[in-house]
């Protein structure tokens, strides 16, 4: 269970840091109204950026502190 907990903070930051290599990062502004910078602007690629944000810096660390607990807690218990 532990290992599941820590894959999915993995994904989740993977996720992440593949939103942000390809520059979605300046397509949130669509989403209070103002244009990107370079011009354009697909709300899609703003919503998306905002989950994955959301789900890096959010929910994967605590999924992360979750595995670790866990992990100790069945070392503890199998002795």
Request: with cysteine; glycine share 12%.
């Amino acid at each position: 269970m532990s290992r599941q907990l820590a894959l999915g903070a993995a994904v989740l930051i993977a996720a992440f840091a593949a939103c942000h290599m390809l520059g979605l990062r300046e397509h949130v502004s669509v989403l209070s109204g103002t244009p990107p910078p370079s011009g354009g602007g697909d709300p899609l690629l703003g919503v998306a950026y905002a989950l994955a944000w959301f789900g890096g810096v959010i929910f994967a660390p605590i999924l992360a502190i979750a595995a670790g607990v866990l992990a100790v807690v069945d070392r503890l218990r199998s002795r």
